[in-house]
């Protein structure tokens, strides 16, 4: 599978110039995440989305919904990687 670069991390200390100074250190942050897991992402955001739009409707509450839309999207990737994990596919 291809990886998409999304971002690195690493800490550079710059050279010295020439009157004895160092440049600052830089933070650069890098993740890769391939297809897989990005359809995972989507996928669970999804399901989070749903169940918060169904709240929304039969309870009317937003804070309700923003909560169900969380606790959906968190409980989507658990079923997903738990579903992938036991048909031995690789996840990350």
């Known amino acids: ?4 670069p999304i971002g690195y991390i690493s800490a550079v200390r710059g050279e010295a110039n020439d009157n004895g100074r160092r440049a600052p250190i830089t933070l650069r942050i890098m993740t890769t995440l391939d ?6 992402l989507f996928v669970s955001f999804l399901i989070g989305s749903v169940a918060g ?13 923003v909560i169900a839309t969380l606790i959906g999207t968190v409980v989507g990737y658990l079923i997903i990687v738990t579903v992938l994990r036991a048909a031995s596919h690789p996840v990350g």
Request: glycine share 8%; charged share 25%.
């Open 1 to 4: 599978m291809k990886m998409m």
């Open 35 to 40: 297809r897989q897991e990005i359809l995972i």
């Open 53 to 65: 739009w169904w709240s929304r409707t039969h309870w009317g509450d937003g804070r309700i919904a």
